[in-house]
């Protein structure tokens, strides 16, 4: 690589220098391959596991869809503790991050809102799903529980699958 012509003084340490630059540019060549490589590595990983997970979720069975376009709903809720009437309160659900099931100034009339975009399944849209966005659980009012639906007795509680105009009561003792 060099020639063998002997050096003056000042070479060898030009030199020295000349070896210290070289080395220095290879290490950082391999720190740049290596972090394109982690890089891609880190990236790889990332698809193969979004691949991997769509692959393994199980279907959407037809019979749980309630709709594949978007819808907006209003099922009313009235709740009654020990006969005595519970406003709900305006803006259940909405905040930094806006829940498809929420309330608004109107939830004095116990107005709900189901506000869905797109493929929506039958327990997005479950009496106990607007509960979970309250942050509060059916026996948060009681344990003693009578519920109807349109006038009919209903048992389903938490299950219960909410549907536009729905007149939904609740009654705690």
Partial sequence: MYSQIPLTKKEPKRQGKFEAREVAVQKRHLKKISSWGVGGGLAALAIGGLIWYVATRPPILESDIVSRGAFH????????????????PPNIGLGAVHQPIHTHDDSDQGIVHMEFQGLTRKQDVTL??????????????????KMTVNGEENTEYE???MGDKDKIELRFD
């Fill in 73 to 88: 709903w209003h099922p009313e809720l009235i709740i009654y503790v020990k006969g005595e009437k519970q406003e709900l």
């Fill in 128 to 145: 106990g799903q607007f509960f979970k966005n309250w942050g509060k659980s059916m026996e948060s009012f009681g344990t003693n529980m």
């Fill in 159 to 161: 299950n219960y699958i």
